[in-house]
């Protein structure tokens, strides 16, 4: 069974700028998690879709948003892009939610703001 | 709230020896899952085992066995015959079952894990 898989792997964008990053989870997965990992913060909650449905958000700004389609893809699309959105970013599906159930994790994508 | 806490920001080891990674939780959830993962340089995140809350026996998984005490609110792992392959850094991490914002995996700051030849 194909593992995660996070689109692209590495980008670069300026200030102000937009960007959206793409997870596919492993095949009959509902549930997508999204993570950010700086040095300085280490990994963060962003958010988890399950069904298409938000069911949890961390303490980010609006600029932070996100979605899931009917086959339990996700994006996440970050606005306004600020130096200190610089980070790896970790998308993780899990088969259903809650402490029983192990997340699984992408390789990644790594955005540099500059 | 959860909370995690990795005392250890680096460990070294020779090859083929044990080491022992300590995690410490706090959660006011009855029901929960502890879960180390390990994150070498190219940054993915690899899951290595899972503790339920209320599994008896403390979970193994080839190298991996995991030394749960719940009175104490411990989930240390244990790598035995350690490999320079292992050398990585090294997360614990919790996910609760009452719902909300429990749901979320909640990380330690990791241990940075160093095997020598």
């Known amino acids: 069974k194909a593992g995660v898989t996070q689109t692209p792997r590495y980008l670069i964008k300026t200030r102000g700028q937009q960007v959206t990053l793409s997870c596919s989870p492993i095949s009959g997965h509902r549930s997508v998690s999204w993570y950010q990992q700086t040095p300085g913060q280490g990994l963060q909650f962003l958010f988890e879709?399950?069904?298409?449905?938000?069911?949890n958000k961390g303490n980010f700004p609006g600029r932070f948003s996100g979605r899931q389609f009917s086959n339990s893809r996700s994006e996440m699309n970050v606005s306004t892009l600020e130096l200190g959105d610089s980070a790896l970013y970790l998308c993780?599906?899990?088969?259903?939610?809650?402490?029983?159930?192990?997340?699984?994790f992408g390789p990644g994508t790594r955005l540099l703001v500059l | 709230a959860q909370k995690i806490t990795q005392t250890q920001p680096g460990m070294f080891v020779q090859e083929k020896e044990a080491v022992t990674l300590d995690c410490t939780y706090d959660?006011?959830?009855?029901?929960?899952?502890l879960f180390w993962y390990k994150q070498p340089s190219s940054g993915e995140m690899i899951f290595l085992i899972y503790?339920?809350?209320?599994?008896?026996q403390n979970a193994t998984e080839g190298r991996y066995s995991l030394n749960f005490q719940k009175a104490r609110k411990s989930a240390n792992l244990v790598i035995s015959a350690s490999q320079l392959g292992d050398s990585a850094m090294y997360f614990c991490a919790m996910r609760g079952d009452s719902g909300g914002s429990n749901y979320k995996l909640t990380f330690g700051k990791g241990t940075l894990l160093t095997v020598n030849p």
């Open positions: 879709y399950f069904s298409e449905t938000q069911r």
């Open positions: 503790q339920g809350s209320y599994d008896q």
């Open positions: 993780a599906s899990s088969q259903l939610t809650g402490g029983g159930e192990t997340q699984y």
């Open positions: 959660t006011s959830d009855p029901s929960y899952g």
